[in-house]
Nanobody
Framework: QVQLEESGGGLVQAGGSLRLSCAASGRTSNIYTMGWFRQAPGKEREFVAAIRSDGSTLYANSVKGRFTISRDNAKNTVNLQMNSLKPEDTAVYSC???????????WGQGTQVTVSS
């Protein structure tokens, strides 16, 4: 099993920045891809960004150019640097991990990000 714990959410004004972090523990050798998803009130969960063990990244169009995902394989952590935040970025952000591309087997509990206008 793999456990994921997020940190770094909070309240920020539009145009500001936040950095989310996620630490993985347990059977981390099972992890190939790590990423972030978000869910706003009344909406379905949506993909934000992902990074594979080889460092390749993928972003949702809505965050491309504003968010940057990074990963430290030695420390089993993944970070999401969020710049130029908009009110529509307000959501609960969850860290996820999995053993292969597109397979999200492990989830964190989520951290709230609120962007005020």
């Amino acid at each position: 099993q793999v456990q994921l714990e997020e940190s770094g959410g909070g309240l920020v004004q539009a145009g500001g920045s936040l950095r989310l972090s996620c630490a993985a523990s347990g059977r981390t050798s099972n992890i190939y891809t790590m990423g972030w998803f978000r869910q706003a009130p009344g909406k379905e969960r949506e993909f934000v960004a992902a990074i594979r063990s080889d460092g390749s990244t993928l972003y949702a169009n809505s965050v491309k150019g504003r968010f940057t995902i990074s990963r430290d394989n030695a420390k089993n952590t993944v970070n999401l640097q969020m710049n130029s935040l908009k009110p529509e970025d307000t959501a609960v952000y969850s860290c996820a991990a999995g053993p292969a591309r597109g397979l999200w087997h492990y989830w964190g509990q989520g951290t709230q990000v609120t962007v005020s206008s």
